[in-house]
Structures are given as C-alpha cells and as structure tokens.
C-alpha cells in the first residue's frame, strides 16, 4: 500500500474519534448558584460573594477612595459619599470644563461648543428630570453613557466623576442664588471680578 493511502486511512478514524471526543458534555453542564441562593461550599452559607475591598465600582455610588463601600445604594436624591470641598468643586469644574463643556456648554445649559456646530443638544443641567436625578445616576450617565452620549468611565476615574457630580450640583444652586447669601469676603471678591 502506497503512504498516501495509508495516511489517508488512518486520518479517517483519527477525525471521527476527534468529533466524538468533542461532545459538550460536563463543559456544558458544570454546576451554578442563582442570586442569593444558599450555598454549603462558603462558611457563610451565601453563593454570592461581597466585593474584594478596592473594587471599583461599575455603576452606583462610590466612596471617597472612588470604591464600592458595603450597603450603598444608588437611589434617587441628593446621596452624595465625596466630601465636598473647594479643592474637590475646583477639580469638578477643570474635569467639567475638559470632558463635559464642549456639550453641555460651560454652565451646563446644554449649548457647548459642539452643539454650535451642528451636534444633538444634550439636556439641560436645570431641567426637571436632571434636577431631580440622584448623584448615583449622573455618575453612572458619566461612566456609561446615556442615549447620544457615549461613556467616560475609562477617562475620567472615579473620584473624578464624583467631583463632577458635586460641580454640577454646584451650578445648579447657583442659578437661583441670591448674592445677599454668599460670605462677604468672597462676595467682595466676586464683585471685583476675581475667582473665590
């Protein structure tokens, strides 16, 4: 018999050995828990396990550090965790200005520079429904987009987006604030056109 005959008739077996050995079988049905059903294989007795401490969060609100911390909650309202600061609005409005401005314009009245040029208007920062979105909501729009707009989470991190979130906050108080309530010594500054 000729090799090639030979070969030829040794590949046949060898293929159909090959296709059975490839069967779904245990890769297919290996075991899983639901959500929150109980599990003996933890001491605890939870299949769900907690976050490893230092895990960033993918959608919700964040502790000061930008981690998740036990038992927050992304509800609606004003559930801020980053202390709010001068240092803190300061960096909000330089990430504001970099990420969010070219939209949303500069008071964020949703007219920014892209917008002029012919780009979809994103919502107002005064409107109702931003008004009364939760913080845990516009760090999430941030990090994963919403509608037209496209996600930020791998460019603006953590701590930087809740400095944001505080930065809007900030605007939006100041369209109805009345000048009688800011500290004189800022307020005088103010009148004379410097920064506070």
């Known amino acids: 018999m000729r090799p090639e005959r030979a070969l030829s008739a040794l590949a046949l077996p060898l293929c159909a050995c090959l296709l059975l050995s490839c069967s779904r079988g245990d890769m297919a049905d290996q075991p899983r828990f639901r ?3 109980p599990s003996a294989f933890f001491p605890d007795g939870a ?17 000061s550090e930008g981690t998740v911390e036990a038992g927050e909650a992304g509800a609606q309202g004003r559930d801020r965790r980053l202390p709010v600061t001068l240092e803190s609005l300061a960096r909000g409005r330089q990430r504001f200005e970099i990420n969010c401005s070219p939209c949303h314009g500069r ?8 917008v002029q040029r012919g780009f979809p208007a994103p919502p107002s920062f005064f409107s109702g429904k931003v008004l009364s979105a939760g913080d845990a909501h516009i760090d ?6 919403y509608g037209r707009m496209f996600s930020y989470g791998d460019r603006v991190a953590p701590p930087d987006r809740m400095a944001i979130v505080a930065y809007i906050r900030a605007l939006q108080s ?17 009148l004379k056109g410097d920064p506070p």
């Open 47 to 63: 299949s769900a396990r907690p976050p490893v401490p230092g895990s960033v969060a993918f959608v919700g609100t964040l502790g």
């Open 107 to 114: 008071t964020g009245d949703g007219n920014g520079m892209a």
């Open 174 to 190: 100041s369209r109805d604030a009345d000048l009688e309530g800011v500290p004189s010594g800022i307020r005088d500054r103010l």
């Open 35 to 37: 959500p929150l059903q």
């Open 140 to 145: 999430s729009v941030i990090a994963n987009g």
